[in-house]
């Protein structure tokens, strides 16, 4: 883009800061990660907006990141996909935002107007779907560039709370699209959902939209299970012992359940859910898997069972917003530990030691302390 280009696509700016550096969370290659200084980002597009970050936090998918399950990612790539922020300049093609205007990042950029936007499929859109943290620098900085920001960004309610709404930017929408839609719980449904970490608690909670009878939540942590039955779930099993499918077997008469929700990303946890789908049932995958896992057709064959699998869309944003900020949807219960920004290494040796640090969702406040709540 040429300088007559740039200053065109540029309609505004709040006043600059003197640096022209920020902080950054950059990996460097599998178990590497460094807080370092970084250039600020610039608007490169028309429909860029920049971000100050002011909260953000830390997914399951980060630590995929760093132990090397996902190859797109590069050296030097800022981390994270999740923010709430303040818009500091927008691009010439931005109408639906300004700078000052406070907003949730949502974790899939879409243009709205491809192809797969046009399905419905943000998360395929042909210029952006999961870039953020990704293939483009994330969130886990001061700034943040987001590309196609009409379509990627939401305004924060006057009346919101950062820790409810932040959840907004992935957990609560993968959950519920990846796990509760694509399963297709119904009323009177058992489920089980395999692994009780924030996006599996994510599912808990919204399953619950749809009344389903019986809620299985199975972990290896007691803490972390306690947790899902103060949240909804009507059955905990501990599967340290190996034998959760025959537990959830026992207990449902050899039936299974209708939806086996796979939240953890493991061989290991995609074989319980194989083991306990219940004929006519639905199997649905949230996790991310760095490794193969085995698909038992000669057990399946003649289930008429359904297969899952996808990225979150977020098309169901709006609506979780919506009841977020009804309060019959509390997203802040998953938060355990607060850490300003500056601490974020501090932050995710807790998040990577959940089970000892009684840890689920770790919030980063940037620009002062953390919340005491």
């Known amino acids: ?10 309609t505004s700016a709040a006043t600059p800061s003197s640096s022209t550096t920020m902080k950054a969370l950059v990996y460097h290659g599998p178990g590497k990660c460094a807080w370092e200084d970084k250039p600020r980002p610039a608007i490169q597009y028309p429909g860029d907006a920049i971000v100050r970050i002011t909260t953000s936090t830390i997914c399951g998918t980060d630590l995929h990141i760093l132990k090397g399950d996902l190859p797109s990612v590069t050296d030097g790539r800022i981390l994270g996909h999740e923010g709430i922020g303040v818009i500091e300049q927008v691009g010439s093609g ?20 491809c192809d797969f936007c046009r399905k419905g499929m943000y998360s395929h859109c042909r210029h952006g779907g999961w870039i953020l943290g990704n293939t483009l620098d994330g969130t886990q900085a001061g700034y943040v560039r987001i590309p196609q920001a009409d379509g990627s960004l939401y305004h924060f309610p006057a009346d919101g709370d950062e820790e409810a709404m932040v959840m907004l930017s992935d957990i609560l929408p993968t959950g519920f699209e990846c796990g509760v839609l694509n399963g297709q719980v119904k009323p009177g449904d058992a489920i089980a959902i395999v692994g009780a970490g924030p996006v599996g608690l994510a599912v808990l909670l919204t399953a619950q939209f ?60 995609f074989a319980i859910c194989e083991a306990i789908v219940a004929a006519g049932g639905r199997i649905a995958n949230v996790g991310v898997h760095g490794k193969p896992v085995e698909l038992h057709m000669e057990k399946l064959w003649d289930r008429n069972i359904s297969l899952t699998t996808g990225l979150v869309d977020t098309v169901t944003t709006p609506m979780l917003l919506k009841v977020v900020r009804s309060g019959k949807l509390q997203p802040s219960k998953l938060v355990t530990h607060r850490f300003a920004m500056n601490d974020i290494m501090k932050a995710y040796d807790t998040f990577g030691n959940a089970a000892k640090e009684d840890a689920l969702k770790v919030v980063l406040t940037n620009g002062g302390t953390p919340s005491t709540r």
Request: charged share 20%; glycine share 6%; hydrophobic share 50%.
């Open 94 to 113: 931005v109408s639906e935002f300004h700078v000052g205007d406070k907003v949730i990042i949502s974790c899939i950029t879409a243009c709205l107007r």
């Open 1 to 10: 883009m040429t300088t007559a280009e740039l200053e065109l696509a540029t």
């Open 210 to 269: 749809y009344s389903p009878a019986a809620i299985f939540m199975i972990d290896l942590d007691d803490k972390r299970l306690a947790v899902a039955k103060k949240l909804g779930a009507t059955t905990l099993i501990n599967s340290t012992d190996g034998h959760a499918a025959h537990h959830v077997m026992e207990l449902t008469e050899g039936a299974g359940v209708d939806v086996a929700i796979e939240a953890v990303g493991l061989p290991a946890t």
